[in-house]
């Protein structure tokens, strides 16, 4: 599994997603014809956020003054980089933008809105609490601007400002973005029933297919993230019936296949993963799947790629020291992996900057500075069993037997599926300590 929650490496789309959404209804559209400016009739198109930024274009084409087109168009542009996992459409997504902001420079909290979900986009999330600040005042009804700010609050450690930002925008906007969110939010606290009833919530919002299959895929991670393997299976096949190929439901499938031993279907399904959305994060978990299977070669291919995707991202302004401090600290670097995680930690201080670096901090033999770390990483009430079985490890190498003992039996009873490779060592270690078989 990922460093973040089960849910956490959806959220920061999500209000992109709801945005194009909402600007396909809407966009320029004639109230009596029903036709889009320059008597063009809207067909359907099977891509919602590639016809978004056709439309737009069209538009820009006619009217190259219209701010909000530039603001609709950056804005789509930033969630197809989340889409394709190809960056340089932030700075595409940058340029439209700000070129809304030029036509426009007062009263356009959709532009401030846009740029502050590119910075969350690219982890610089003390910006996107700003622009989403100065979204605000100038729309304080800007229900997306609250999403781009509880996203904000959330990376950056502030809970209870996330939380206060998240009432706001389920107030303005109940609907799949809002309900998202509050899932996240519930399960980061451990109120796991209440993050499932916001999810079903989501669902019975969904009106379009692609729609579906995101909530689709949020429930199939929370159900994954506790062990519920049926439950995750039914769900990411629910998604994939109503968006063929869709990523991230790619990967809740070969996670599942994994952890029921089916390797062969499990390798494919993760190839699919890495060619649809080459990200880092899903370059390192195919790796380090290929590593417990004993298929070293092949995992190495994949890390020779982490890099090099890793330089083109950087390339466009998204900073991955949280990432870079993992890789590092499970792979023998140690120097970096603390140097990474410490930059990590200077940017923000949330739970997930913690688990970094007291893993990092392990890793360079520093744990009684670790343990902090690891107990703040898993302060929240959340089970991630990642965090708890980097605890746990530490626990155990400072000589707490009995703490290290319940740390882990916790984090294989949250999900004793967690990680192909961590899951084992997991359990290898709670017997080594006295624990169960």
Request: contains cysteine.
């Amino acid at each position: 599994m990922s460093r973040r929650t089960a849910l956490g490496f959806l959220v920061a789309g999500v209000v992109l997603l709801v945005l194009t959404a909402t600007a396909l209804n809407t966009a320029w559209r004639d109230d009596r014809t029903g036709t889009v400016a320059g008597g063009v009739t809207a067909a359907p198109a099977a891509d919602p956020v590639i016809e978004l930024i056709e439309t737009s274009q069209e538009r820009l084409t006619e009217v190259p003054g219209d701010w909000s087109a530039w603001a609709q168009l950056g804005s789509a542009y930033v969630e197809q980089a989340r889409i394709t996992a190809d960056p340089t459409y932030y700075d595409k997504g940058e340029g439209a933008l700000q070129e809304s902001l030029a036509l426009r420079p007062d009263d356009n909290d959709r532009a401030l809105t846009g740029l502050g979900a590119l910075a969350n986009a690219r982890h610089d999330f003390r910006r996107a609490a700003d622009l989403a600040g100065r979204a605000l005042e100038l729309n304080p009804f800007g229900a997306s601007a609250w999403g781009v700010l509880t996203d904000a609050r959330h990376q950056l450690g502030d809970y209870a400002g996330a939380t206060a930002a998240l009432d706001r925008m389920l107030e303005l906007q109940p609907g799949i973005a809002s309900f998202t969110r509050a899932s996240y939010n519930a399960e980061l606290h451990g109120n796991r029933d209440d993050a499932a009833a916001a999810l079903e919530q989501a669902l019975a919002a969904a009106r379009a297919p692609a729609d579906e299959a995101f909530c689709r895929a949020y429930l199939g991670a929370l159900a994954f993230s506790g062990g519920d393997l049926d439950g995750a299976e039914r769900h990411f096949t629910a998604g994939l019936a109503e968006d063929p190929g869709e990523a991230t439901l790619l990967l809740g499938q070969a996670r599942v296949l994994a952890a029921r031993g089916r390797d062969d279907a499990a390798v494919a399904a993760f190839r699919s993963v890495v060619a649809a959305r080459p990200l880092p994060e899903h370059l390192v978990e195919f790796g380090e799947y290929l590593t417990a299977l004993g298929r070293e070669e092949e995992a190495q291919e994949q890390f020779a790629l982490v890099e090099t995707i890793r330089s083109l991202f950087e390339a466009s302004g998204v900073q991955d020291h949280l990432g870079t401090a993992l890789f590092a600290a499970d792979h023998g670097d140690p120097a970096t992996a603390v140097a990474a995680a410490e930059a990590e930690f200077a940017a923000r201080q949330n739970i997930d900057a913690h688990d970094a670096l007291g893993w990092a901090l392990h890793s360079s033999g520093r744990d009684a500075e670790a343990l902090e770390h690891a107990r703040a990483a898993t302060s929240l009430g959340g089970r991630n069993p990642l965090f708890l079985y980097h605890r746990g490890v530490i626990e155990a190498a400072l000589g707490r037997t009995d703490q290290a003992r319940a740390t882990l039996t916790e984090a294989l009873d949250t999900n004793p599926y967690f990680s192909p490779l961590h899951a084992p060592r997991a359990a290898q270690l709670l017997a080594h300590l006295g624990g169960r078989p």
